[in-house]
């Protein structure tokens, strides 16, 4: 039976779900993370041994684990027109009511 280009579309979008998760890379993680657990007190250790030889080394590589620990920070973007000359003119009050503003703006996005 061959396969026509609607039931390969069909299929395409249970293949790829928004929001499941993909099992294969759950189980990679999660075997990932038992092999460290596993290994946190010879880290430690190790740790120590580099950063007797070569500290520079040792910092490098705890930067390089905190990315799997600490999130980074996403790049955002704020688009918008500013009237200085606007600012300018407004009272401090008037200022601090555009701040609000803009904050409750920001918020419902």
Request: net charge positive.
């Amino acid at each position: 039976m061959a396969l026509s280009k609607n039931k390969a579309s069909e299929l395409g979008k249970k293949s790829t779900r928004k929001g499941v998760p993909n099992k294969s890379t759950t189980e990679i993680r999660q075997a990932f993370q038992l092999l460290i657990s596993n290994e946190l007190p010879n880290l430690s250790k190790w740790l120590e041994q580099v950063a007797n030889e070569n500290p520079e080394k040792a910092l490098d590589i705890i930067i390089k684990f905190s990315d799997f620990v600490i999130p980074k920070l996403q790049r955002t973007e704020i688009q918008a027109e500013i009237n200085i000359n606007g600012l300018l003119k407004m009272t401090t009050e008037q200022r601090r009511q555009r701040i609000l503003e803009l904050k409750k703006e920001f918020k419902t996005k």
